[in-house]
Nanobody, 122 residues
Framework: QVQLVESGGGLVQPGGSLRLSCAAS????????IGWFRQAPGKEREGVSC???????DYADSVKGRFTISRDDFKNTVYLQMNSLKPEDTAVYYC????????????????WGQGTQVTVSS
């Protein structure tokens, strides 16, 4: 069964850090790009970061310098390290997989996780 499972979300104070994980099962991530997306209440889902099959990375302007995406193909897992978190980072975070390269077109992603809630609040 092909599956992506996110974990690591939670409640954190402004300025704090969280590390999200996206673990794949039923397929290998070696030939896939993994994107992180988020959806805040009342807003459309937006791209946060992506890492290609070859390790190239991309970030939304709103998270550049604060978030870092990485992959461990041996563990079949992608991570999103989130530092200096702000209240506006509050959202449900999703990971998704597509072949080879990153894309801003969410409809081209084949597999999606169920999401993990991140809440930044004092």
């Amino acid at each position: 069964q092909v599956q992506l499972v996110e974990s690591g979300g939670g409640l954190v104070q402004p300025g704090g850090s969280l590390r999200l994980s996206c673990a794949a099962s039923g397929f290998t991530l070696d030939f896939y790009a993994i994107g992180w997306f988020r959806q805040a209440p009342g807003k459309e889902r937006e791209g946060v970061s992506c890492i290609s099959m070859g390790g190239s990375t991309d970030y939304a302007d709103s998270v550049k310098g604060r978030f870092t995406i990485s992959r461990d193909d041996f563990k079949n897992t992608v991570y999103l390290q989130m530092n200096s978190l702000k209240p506006e980072d509050t959202a449900v975070y999703y990971c998704a997989a597509r072949r080879n390269y990153c894309s801003q077109n969410q409809r081209t992603y084949e597999y999606w996780g169920q999401g993990t809630q991140v809440t930044v609040s004092s």
